[in-house]
């Protein structure tokens, strides 16, 4: 055990399986909700609801920037919370009632809605979901202060993350094949796993894993520390880096129906199918890229998957008509999924041990806000650009096929090609990231010094001793 600066005590050894698979429970349920708001829910609305795609453009490039503030903002706040039940607990715990009643009102929505109901539950959605995800994505990077740990306990977050997408996309196919049911239950299915499995799997993180005290940091955080935070080259292309390489697969989900209908003549049943096979890839991709970073670091890993996505979406757009290669090509995109997640959420919990040795404070709550603004840029980028491109090319989701030869190559192209570059363009720019194996050590060992001097000065001064220590030397 080691104690930190701010006094709590943390595991230097590796958790066991078991208390991170409890840990990392709620992301299932988090996931659940997530994805199917830019996946099922525009597509379920536009043609089971009569929403025209103007309005759900709008609405969802809206609900994003809302969200883009919303999570730096709650980043915070969480850094500047020392309740009696934790700094983080609190608000994994407060945002379930208005993640439970929004997921409600969203996917049991019926026909007659419009743009102003779906904007006002986004709203709430995104406020409960991200109360939960904030805190629990700061939490992990406590729970794990080591380089190749939080590979490890994200690497785990991330696998949960995807167990919850393939759940949740197994919801529509299982109610039409198992029940002979409608896409309609399908869509509400959804919603009410979301609503059965988040109470249990939270109630279980919290029960599972100690939070470590924190002493409440010298120097209140600040919201002009982001622009601080923002001026450091390492976060800038982490952030970069994390637009780039999520806008890519959030544009291909939000047209995945509308291409696989429209261009190679799969019903949305059996699209979901598929799809269910891109997340199962992404699933055994998730420990694959935890083994690769730790043996040549997690940015060389990331810049591999970043690669091996713009190959595998390109080839979408070449590959031959077919089921078997629907499969093929599915699985292929899925693998690099995970490593985004995984590997981009570890080097902040690093950059957050670099910024804590510079500044004494801890600002993870801040960091974590920033990359999590950043994942909602490239979902409202995605959706806003993919439905303007295809309203602007005329395309309509009812005609399907019988779309006109222009806006049937716009969709192709939106949907492979566009992301492909995205993911080449993420490749180069984290290349250039710095903070490795042996940089974080030097951090950590400077830092463990620092910990272990204030523990101890405060250690004398309760037991009545003046005598003067000197803190140790910074060697970096």
Not at 143 to 154: F, G, H, L
Request: aromatic residues 10%; hydrophobic residues 55%; glycine residues 10%.
């Amino acid at each position: 055990m080691t104690t930190t600066e701010q006094g709590g005590p943390v595991a230097t050894g590796p958790m066991s399986n078991w208390r991170l698979a409890a840990f990392a429970a709620p992301c299932i349920p988090v996931a659940a909700m997530l994805m199917p708001v830019t996946v099922y829910l525009p597509n379920y609305y536009a043609t089971e609801l009569g929403v025209s795609l103007a309005v759900l453009a709008s609405v969802f490039a809206v609900i994003r920037l809302f969200d883009l503030w919303l999570d730096p903002i709650l980043g915070l706040l969480i850094d500047r919370t020392n309740s009696r039940w934790g700094r983080y607990r609190p608000w994994l715990v407060g945002g379930l009632p208005i993640a439970l009643v929004a997921a409600w009102m969203l996917f049991m929505a019926k026909p007659g809605i419009d743009g102003t109901y779906i904007l006002a539950w986004l709203v709430m959605g995104f406020l409960g979901q991200s109360m939960a995800s904030m805190a629990h994505v700061a939490w992990a990077a406590r729970i794990a202060p080591q380089y190749d740990q939080r590979s490890r306990v994200y690497g785990w977050w991330q696998g949960f993350t995807v167990a919850g997408m393939i759940t949740v996309l197994a919801m529509p196919p299982l109610m039409k094949i198992g029940f002979g049911l409608d896409h309609t239950a399908g869509v509400k299915a959804m919603g009410w796993f979301v609503i059965a499995t988040l109470p249990p799997t939270i109630l279980l993180a919290v029960m599972a894993v100690r939070e470590p005290a924190v002493r409440p940091n010298a120097h209140p955080p600040h919201w002009r520390q982001y622009l601080a935070l923002l001026r450091r080259g390492t976060v800038l292309r982490l952030l970069a880096t994390d637009i780039a390489l999520g806008t890519g697969p959030a544009i291909a989900g939000s047209l995945f129906f509308f291409y696989f209908e429209a261009i190679r003549g799969v019903d949305r049943s059996l699209g979901g199918l598929l799809l269910l096979l891109y997340f199962v890839g992404a699933l055994a991709g998730a420990p694959l890229w935890t083994r690769l970073a730790r043996r040549i670091g997690k940015h060389k890993a990331l810049m591999i998957a970043a690669l091996g996505y713009a190959a595998a979406q390109a080839s979408i757009m070449i590959a031959p008509l077919g089921l078997a290669w629907g499969i093929v090509t599915m699985v292929l995109a899925g693998l690099p999924f995970s490593a985004g997640p995984i590997l981009l959420r570890a080097m902040m919990a690093d950059v957050g041990d670099e910024e804590r040795l510079a500044s004494g404070v801890d600002r993870n709550g801040l960091l974590f806000g920033l990359l999590s603004g950043t994942v909602k840029i490239g979902s409202a980028l995605a959706v806003f650009v993919g439905f303007q491109a295809l309203s602007v090319a005329g395309f309509e989701a009812k005609l399907g096929a019988a779309n006109s030869d222009q806006a049937l190559l716009a969709l192709s192209l939106a949907f492979s090609v566009l992301p492909a570059l995205l993911g080449l363009v993420s490749a180069a720019l984290i290349a250039g990231h710095r903070l490795d194996a042996t940089a974080h050590a030097v951090i950590r060992r400077d830092l463990d010094a620092r910990d272990g001097f204030v523990v101890a000065a405060a250690a004398s001064d309760e037991a009545g001793d003046g005598s003067p220590a000197a803190p140790p030397s910074r060697s970096r």
